[in-house]
DNA sequence: GTCGCTGCAAAGTCTTTGCAGAGAG
DNA sequence: CTCTCTGCAAAGACTTTGCAGCGAC
């Protein structure tokens, strides 16, 4: 049976913790921490979505219209982000990438071809395979990423 | 032993029975069958490789200098072909897509990241797991793909 | 104070589009 | 002949970079 990921706790405590490894991150590498890069990880935090780079620029400017945080930044913050493996990104069909924290845990993603909701799971035995098929052929796996395309049930029911 | 003359004329016939595909799917609707169309769609055939656009461009302008191919033809016929499930495209972290012939037997990549090979395999358990997972949801999955990035044996070695 | 960060705008990529002439049906 | 295609170049979309001033430490 497939486990769905949603279940999470204590909110604010998951936030701090997130928070403080990030800082630790960037001490450990001579960055900086500013709001800008605050702001960008608390969005991302706060978001269910898959953010494509533009969106999250608007949802900040939103939040935080005083601070005019450029569209450069986001990107820089989400290159930097990636880079530490805090955020994934997901590449579609469609031209652009979508951002996700990966703090959570590792998930795959249904997506619905009809309305473009994207559903994550994961399954214990498609990921244990996948460690074999990797061990066999001597590749020293990274990461993976499986997508499921098809339409969801509300939308057949439409 | 095998029997070369045999396998050769397997292909031929296999590519002969692609381009009266491609032929009827052309004529269906309305468009013409152009000698660049068939130049990409050859070209992409007599590759193992899952090409960029502008991979398959050079390949293109290398093997046929005269006919001076623009990369936006390329371009607009891998979106034809796509449209029509003739070709499949993947889209990595980097930039861009790769396009591979989708007339193939259904597979999943293997992705290495230092030296951008992939290897194409099939696992029926994984697949098989996929519709169970999918049917337990009630989505109607209509297509999916799976890639595992990581380094290969060979780029361990170096 | 130092050195990394930021916003801005300009420059890069990759892809798409407009157009006038070429070519398939 | 008609109507689609093509190559070219220009335009678009998305992302990265250079720079001068700003701000974290």
Same mark, same amino acid.
């Given at each position: 049976?497939?486990?769905?990921?949603?279940?999470?706790?204590d909110k604010t405590?998951e936030?701090?913790?997130?928070l403080?490894?990030f800082?630790q991150?960037?001490?450990?590498?001579n960055l900086?921490?500013?709001?800008q890069?605050e702001?960008i990880?608390?969005t991302l935090y706060?978001?269910?979505?898959?953010?494509?780079?533009?969106?999250?620029h608007?949802l900040?400017?939103?939040?935080q219209?005083?601070?005019?945080t450029?569209?450069?930044t986001?990107y820089?913050?989400?290159?930097?982000?990636?880079?530490?493996n805090v955020?994934?990104s997901?590449?579609?069909?469609a031209?652009g990438?979508?951002?996700?924290?990966?703090a959570? &845990?590792?998930h *795959?993603h249904? $997506?619905?071809?009809?309305?473009?909701k +994207? %559903? &994550?799971?994961? *399954?214990?035995e $498609?990921?244990k395979r996948?460690h074999? +098929? %990797?061990?066999?052929l001597g590749?020293?796996?990274?990461?993976?990423?499986?997508?499921i395309?098809?339409?969801?049930?509300e939308c057949?029911e439409?």
């Amino acid at each position: 049976m497939p486990d769905i990921n949603t279940n999470f706790n204590d909110k604010t405590v998951e936030y701090e913790q997130l928070l403080k490894d990030f800082k630790q991150l960037l001490k450990k590498n001579n960055l900086k921490f500013t709001i800008q890069r605050e702001v960008i990880l608390e969005t991302l935090y706060n978001s269910d979505e898959h953010l494509t780079p533009e969106a999250l620029h608007h949802l900040i400017q939103a939040k935080q219209p005083d601070l005019k945080t450029g569209i450069a930044t986001v990107y820089r913050t989400l290159a930097l982000l990636e880079d530490s493996n805090v955020v994934t990104s997901l590449s579609f069909g469609a031209q652009g990438k979508k951002y996700e924290l990966g703090a959570k &845990e590792h998930h *795959d993603h249904l $997506i619905c071809t009809e309305c473009g909701k +994207i %559903t &994550e799971f994961v *399954d214990a035995e $498609i990921e244990k395979r996948q460690h074999d +098929i %990797t061990d066999a052929l001597g590749f020293k796996m990274s990461d993976h990423s499986m997508q499921i395309y098809g339409i969801c049930k509300e939308c057949q029911e439409k």
